[in-house]
């Protein structure tokens, strides 16, 4: 098993930036990506960026090219999110995910933290 805990949501204005944290416990070794998504009222779940754990490779979507960036550090079982020039439309509650698999569904998922962001 591995334990996913989210942290550094928050209310922000248009414009500003947050860094998002999430902390892995337990089986962390067996963790082969690491990913964020997110939740806005009403919508599904999307995603947002994944980043290999081993390998550092990166992916993004779209709409968070150029104002988003992924990135661990591995000997803290850590990995990040973060956000630039945030807009209204980023509002969502931000999921982290683990999965053991290069592809496929996540296996485990922190509980969210809220990000908001005002115009």
């Known amino acids: 098993q591995v334990q996913l805990v989210e942290s550094g949501g928050g209310l922000v204005q248009a414009g500003d930036s947050l860094r998002l944290s999430c902390a892995a416990s337990?089986?962390?070794?067996?963790?082969?990506?690491m990913g964020w998504f997110r939740q806005a009222p009403g919508l599904d779940r999307e995603f947002v960026a994944v980043?290999?754990?081993?390998?550092?490779?990166?992916s993004y979507a779209d709409f968070v090219k150029g104002r988003f960036t992924i990135s661990r550090i591995n000997a803290k079982n850590t990995m990040y999110l973060q956000m630039n020039s945030l807009k209204p439309e980023d509002t969502a509650v931000y999921y982290c995910a683990a999965s053991h698999n290069s592809y496929g569904p996540f296996n485990y998922w922190g509980q969210g933290t809220q990000v908001t962001v005002s115009s």
């Open positions: 337990g089986r962390t070794f067996t963790v082969n990506r």
């Open positions: 980043i290999g754990w081993s390998s550092g490779i990166t």
